[in-house]
C-alpha cells in the first residue's frame, strides 16, 4: 500500500474524529438560529414589550456565545488519535500502523522483519468508517427537529415579507435616554371622497389601525440619533430634514400589515395597520325599465358606495351599434352628498330622439369619489315612441322621418309643408305652428339643411298640435329643475341656488298655465287627490329658503319631492289628449269667459262709493254724471255681449252645467243694474256670476276627467304625489314624513348669518376667523 492512499484513508478517520467533537455545538448552534428565525418569521418579538423583546435577545446572544466558546476550545485530533480510530474502524487488532512506525531495539532482525511484514498487508486492508451518531444521547427528545420544524412553518407564512420581521425582531422598542427622538408625530390622512377623519397614531399601541386604500401618511421626528426610515408595507422611504432640523415624510399607503418608523438600529415606533380597499360602487335595476304615460321612460334603480356614491347614469346604446360607437348618457339625480346607498328614479324623454320606437340596451353605471366606476346589468327595452292623435301632427312626424332617413326628399316635403301652410285652418288656427312651418319649409329649402334644426321644428310643431302649449312648457320646466339638481351636485353657492329656485318657479308658473289651457284642473280640494296651487306654492318657498340657507340635503330632499309632484300631475294631464278637442276649447272659451267677467267686475268696484263712516249720516247717492252714464252704458253692452257668449258657448256642450244658466242670469241682472247706474248692485251681482263660472269649469273638468278614466281632479288613485297612503277624505300625515319646520329653518338662517358677522370682524383672532372661515366654506 503506497504511503498516499494511507495518508488519505486517515485523513477521512480524522474527520470522523473532528464531526463527532463539533456536531454538538453546531447542532446546538443551528437550533438557536433556527429557533430565532421562526419566532422572527412568526413575528412574536415584535408583538411583545420591548424590555423583554431585549431579554430575549440577550439571552439568544449568550445561547450563542456558550457554543461559538465551546466549539473553540475543542481539541484537534491528532494522528495517534486517527491512526488508532482507522484501526478501530477497521476491526484489526495489535495495531498495524503503529508496529510500522516502531523499530526493534533487541531480538532477531529477521523475525522483526517478518512481522512487519505480516502488519503491513493487514494496513493494506485498512478501511475507515463512517462517524458514531453522538447526538442522540446529547440530546434524546430530538428537539434539534422541532426547531426545524417551526422554521419551516414560519417560512411558509412570512416569507414574503420576512426582511421586514427579522428587522424588528432584531431591534426591539426600547427607549433609552439620549438615544430616542424627543418628538414623534404621525397622522393617516384619508382620501376626501372617504369622509373620514384625520388619525392621530400613539406610539406602542397594538390596537390595529384601519386605513383606507391610498391614505397619506404625515409624520414629523424632532431629535434621536440618524437619518429616520418609514416602513409602510413593501415600502421603505427615508424622512428628510427641514429648515429647523426636523425630520418629515408624507407618502401613501396602498398596502401592508404594519407601519414603522426605524432610527438607526432601532425601531422607533410600530402600529399593525388593516389596508381597507376601495370597492367598486354597485347599481342595479330594481324593476325593468318602462314607459310612463307622457311616454317618458322611467326606470328605478339602487346605488350603494362603501365611501359614498358622486355619480350615477344610464348609458343607452343601440343593439346594433358598434363598439366604439357613443351612447346615450342620462344622469340621473342623487339624493344627497357622498350617499352610500340610494334608491334613485330616472324619467328620460326620449320621444324626439331618432332611436325611439327602437330596441336598445340600458347599461346603468355608477362612480365613486375616487373615480372607479362600477356598471350593473345591462338590460335590453323598446325605447318609448308618442303616438300622436292630432292627423296633421302625425303627418308631421312622419315626414320628419322621411326627412332624417333620405334628405334627397327635402324639396318634395317642403312642397307638402307649402300645402299645408297654405290652410291655416288645418293647424287649428295657431299661428306658432304655422310659424314653425314656414321657417321648416325655408330651412328644407336651402342647399344643404341642418337636419338637427329641421327635426326641432317639426317636433315643436306636431307637439303643440297634439298638446298645445304643455310640451315645450313642459321642457322649460324639465330643463330648469335639472339645472338646479346639477348646481346642488356641483356644490354652487347660495344665491346661485336661489336664482335657480327663480327659475324653477317661472317654469311652473308656464306649466301650469300650459296645463289650464290644455283642460286639465290644478286644484287642492278634499276629494282630490293632487296638490293644489297652494301646496305647489308653499313648496317652491320652501325651496327658496333652504337655497338661501344653503342646507342642501334637505333643498334635495325637497326637489326630489316637487319632481314626484310634478311626476303625478303629468300623469293626470296624459289620460286625456287631444282626441277630445271640441272640450279642449269650449274650457278654454269658458276661460276667456270668466277673465272677462273678473275684468268688468273690478271696473264696477272702482266705481263703487266707498261707505259712509259710522257717525256720518246717511246721505241718498248721487245721481250719476252724463260722462259715467255713458260709462255705465258701455258696461252694460260688454256684459250682455259676455251673457251672450257665455249662451253660446252652452249650445256646443253637449251637457252643460245648470250653473252657467244661473250664471247667465246674474249677467242679465248685473247688465240692467249697469244700465241704470246702480254700481254696487252690479258689482255684487257680477261677483256672483263669476263665482258660477269658476263651479261650471270645476265642474266641466270633472266630467272630462271622467270620461278619461281618470276619476275627479286626474284621479290618482289612492295615494298622493308624495307616495303616501290617503287616509279618509283628505291628506293625512302618516308619521313616516320628516320635513324641518320653518321654525328651523329660520334658526339655522340666524346661526348662518351670525357666522358670517363674526368671519368679517377684522378684529376678531386669527386662529377664529380661520375656524369661522373653514365653517362658512360649505356655505
Do not use: C
Not at 471 to 493: D, I, K, S, T
Not at 515 to 528: C, I, K, L, R, Y
Amino acid at each position: 500500500m503506497d504511503d498516499a492512499a494511507l495518508l488519505r484513508r486517515l485523513r477521512l478517520a480524522r474527520l470522523a474524529l473532528w464531526w463527532e467533537r463539533l456536531a454538538p455545538a453546531l447542532t446546538a448552534l443551528a437550533a438557536l438560529v433556527a429557533l430565532f428565525l421562526a419566532l422572527a418569521l412568526f413575528d412574536i418579538l415584535a408583538l411583545l414589550p420591548g424590555w423583554l423583546h431585549a431579554l430575549i435577545l440577550v439571552g439568544f446572544a449568550a445561547a450563542v456565545s456558550v457554543v461559538l466558546i465551546r466549539l473553540r476550545r475543542t481539541l484537534r485530533p491528532s494522528e495517534a488519535e486517527a491512526a488508532r480510530r482507522l484501526e478501530r474502524d477497521s476491526g484489526v487488532p495489535h495495531r498495524p500502523l503503529a508496529t510500522l512506525a516502531d523499530t526493534a531495539a533487541l531480538g532477531d532482525p529477521a523475525l522483526w522483519q517478518a512481522h512487519r511484514d505480516r502488519m503491513a498487508a493487514v494496513v493494506r486492508d485498512l478501511r475507515p468508517g463512517w462517524p458514531d451518531p453522538v447526538l442522540p444521547a446529547r440530546d434524546p427528545y430530538a428537539l434539534r427537529f422541532a426547531a426545524l420544524l417551526l422554521l419551516v412553518i414560519a417560512a411558509a407564512g412570512g416569507w414574503s415579507d420576512g426582511r421586514d420581521r427579522l428587522s424588528r425582531a432584531l431591534y426591539p422598542a426600547v427607549e433609552a435616554p439620549g438615544l430616542g427622538p424627543r418628538l414623534l408625530e404621525v397622522w393617516v390622512i384619508p382620501p376626501s371622497h372617504t369622509g373620514q377623519a384625520t388619525q392621530l397614531l400613539r406610539p406602542r399601541s397594538d390596537t390595529p389601525v384601519a386605513v383606507a386604500e391610498g391614505s397619506m401618511v404625515k409624520a414629523v421626528l424632532e431629535g434621536g440619533l440618524g437619518t429616520a426610515t418609514l416602513i409602510a408595507g413593501p415600502q421603505s422611504m427615508p424622512f428628510r430634514r427641514d429648515e429647523t432640523g426636523a425630520q418629515r415624510i408624507e407618502t401613501r399607503i396602498e398596502a401592508g400589515d404594519r407601519l414603522a418608523i426605524e432610527q438607526g438600529w432601532r425601531i422607533v415606533a410600530s402600529w399593525p395597520i388593516t389596508v381597507i380597499r376601495d370597492a367598486l360602487p354597485s347599481i342595479a335595476f330594481t324593476g325593468q325599465p318602462e314607459a310612463d304615460p307622457r311616454g317618458r321612460l322611467q326606470a328605478s334603480l339602487d346605488a350603494s358606495d362603501d365611501y359614498g356614491l358622486a355619480k350615477a347614469w344610464i348609458e343607452i346604446r343601440r343593439l346594433d351599434s358598434a363598439v366604439d360607437e357613443p351612447g346615450l348618457r342620462m344622469e340621473l339625480a342623487l339624493p344627497g352628498e357622498r350617499i352610500k346607498s340610494a334608491a334613485l328614479i330616472g324619467r328620460f324623454d326620449l320621444a324626439a330622439h331618432d332611436w325611439a320606437g327602437l330596441p336598445a340596451r340600458l347599461i346603468p353605471q355608477a362612480e365613486d369619489g375616487a373615480g372607479q366606476i362600477g356598471g350593473g346589468e345591462p338590460t335590453i327595452v323598446t325605447l318609448p315612441e308618442r303616438i300622436f292623435r292630432h292627423p296633421v301632427a302625425r303627418a308631421l312626424i312622419e315626414w320628419r322621418k322621411e326627412a332624417s332617413d333620405a334628405p334627397r326628399l327635402g324639396p318634395e316635403i317642403a312642397e307638402r309643408l307649402r300645402l299645408l301652410t297654405a290652410d291655416p285652418d288645418l293647424l287649428d288656427g295657431d299661428k306658432r305652428v304655422l310659424l314653425a312651418l314656414v321657417l321648416a319649409r325655408r330651412v328644407l329649402m336651402g342647399a344643404s339643411f341642418d337636419r338637427s334644426e329641421l327635426r326641432d321644428l317639426l317636433w315643436q310643431a306636431a307637439t303643440r298640435l297634439d298638446d298645445g302649449g304643455l310640451p315645450a312648457a313642459e321642457q322649460e320646466l324639465e330643463q330648469a329643475r335639472r339645472e338646479l339638481e346639477n348646481a346642488l351636485a356641483e356644490n354652487a353657492q347660495p344665491q346661485r341656488l336661489t336664482e335657480l329656485v327663480d327659475r324653477v318657479e317661472a317654469a311652473l308658473e308656464r306649466w301650469m298655465a300650459a296645463m289650464a289651457e290644455n283642460g286639465v284642473e290644478v286644484a287642492a280640494s278634499p276629494d282630490a287627490n293632487v296638490v293644489g296651487e297652494d301646496e305647489l306654492a308653499e313648496m317652491l318657498n320652501a325651496l327658496r329658503t333652504l337655497a338661501e340657507a344653503g342646507d342642501r340635503d334637505a333643498l334635495r330632499r325637497r326637489l326630489a319631492e316637487l319632481a314626484a309632484v310634478l311626476a303625478e300631475l303629468g300623469q293626470a294631464q296624459a289620460g286625456g289628449g287631444r282626441d277630445d278637442g271640441a272640450a279642449v276649447r269650449s274650457m278654454a272659451a269658458l276661460r276667456d269667459i270668466a277673465r272677462r267677467q273678473q275684468e268688468l267686475l273690478d271696473r264696477s268696484f272702482r266705481r263703487t262709493p266707498p261707505p259712509p263712516e259710522e257717525d256720518e249720516p246717511s246721505r241718498p247717492p248721487a245721481k250719476p254724471s252724463a260722462a259715467e252714464q255713458a260709462e255705465g252704458r258701455r258696461d252694460a253692452q260688454a256684459q250682455k255681449a259676455l251673457r251672450d257668449a257665455l249662451k253660446q258657448l252652452g249650445t256646443t256642450l253637449a251637457e252643460p252645467p245648470r250653473i252657467l244658466d244661473e250664471a247667465a242670469a246674474s249677467m242679465a241682472g248685473a247688465a240692467a243694474s249697469l244700465g241704470g247706474g246702480d254700481w254696487p248692485l252690479a258689482a255684487e251681482q257680477q261677483g256672483e256670476a263669476l263665482r258660477r263660472l269658476k263651479d261650471g269649469a270645476r265642474e266641466m273638468v270633472e266630467k272630462m276627467a271622467a270620461a278619461r278614466g281618470l276619476g275627479k281632479a286626474g284621479g290618482l288613485a289612492a295615494r298622493d304625489p308624495f307616495g303616501r297612503a290617503l287616509q279618509g277624505q283628505a291628506h293625512k300625515d302618516d308619521g313616516s314624513t320628516r320635513v324641518q319646520g320653518e321654525a328651523g329653518i329660520r334658526r339655522a338662517r340666524e346661526i348662518l348669518d351670525e357666522l358670517r358677522r363674526r368671519a368679517a370682524d377684522p378684529n376678531r383672532p386669527p386662529p377664529e376667523l380661520d375656524y369661522l372661515r373653514r365653517l362658512l366654506k360649505q356655505f
